[in-house]
């Protein structure tokens, strides 16, 4: 079937550190979108990515699609305690519904 | 004002019994969704509407029933339940195709069967 895996799926980092999270599909995505969630909150919306290759940045987050649309990464520089949460990658396989990743789950140790 | 609302957040209930779980959006989507997150935060999709039409029906057993009465809500009904259906379940809406906008999710209803 179609899935979506995320490594790793816990990170710990000091405050400071940088983080990144891996996205990967078996087929080819139509698009990506990641989502953040906050401990005991729902998920919402960061961004969309639909380029091979695509680049996108949000002030310390950095986005990334494969040139083979399999797989996406996010970046995030200077961690701070508000980044605290599960990241959460979305792959669209064209057939209209998104299918989320395992997420990472990330803390940080002020 | 809350784009996509959801009640109740929190139900607790005993095995066996039937519940409903109401979800509003005043976003104008078109297209509304359910997830269940499991204890593992796995969130998997499990049906979707798009102008109060079924478009998705994931593999879910049968004692789950949507009802979409217009496109701006999507309900959940709930017969006989069990113990593993214990979870949040969260609606979610989108223009039809998302677009950039992503989904829009509720804060979600914490299930607890006992």
């Known amino acids: 079937g179609q899935q979506v895996m995320q490594i790793p799926q816990y990170q710990h980092v000091q405050e400071g550190e940088d983080f990144t999270t891996y996205c990967n599909s078996s087929t080819t995505l139509s698009n990506i979108q990641w989502y953040k969630q906050r401990p005991g909150g729902h998920p919402v919306f960061l961004i969309q990515l639909v380029k091979s290759g695509e680049v996108k940045k949000q002030k310390r987050l950095t986005f990334q699609f494969g040139e083979a649309k399999k797989n996406s990464s996010l970046h995030i520089t200077a961690t701070q305690t508000t980044d605290v949460g599960t990241y959460f990658c979305a792959g669209d396989f064209g057939n209209e519904k998104l299918t989320f990743g395992t997420g990472t789950r990330l803390t940080i140790i002020p | 004002d809350t784009a996509v609302s959801q009640t109740p957040k929190y139900l607790v209930t005993q095995m066996g019994n039937d519940k409903s779980i109401k979800c509003e959006q005043n976003?104008?989507?078109?297209?509304m969704y359910w997830y269940k997150q499991d204890s593992k935060k796995f969130l998997k999709i499990m049906f979707s509407?798009?102008?109060?039409?079924?478009?998705i029906n994931e593999t879910v057993p049968n004692r789950f029933s949507p009802k979409s009465p217009d496109k701006a809500h999507l309900n959940l009904h709930i017969n006989s339940l069990e113990l593993g259906d214990s979870a949040v379940y969260f609606c979610?809406?989108?223009?039809f195709g998302a677009g950039d906008k992503g989904y829009t999710f509720g804060s979600g209803t914490r299930l607890t069967v006992v």
């Open positions: 509407y798009n102008n109060k039409e079924l478009i």
């Open positions: 976003l104008g989507h078109d297209t």
């Open positions: 979610a809406s989108s223009p």
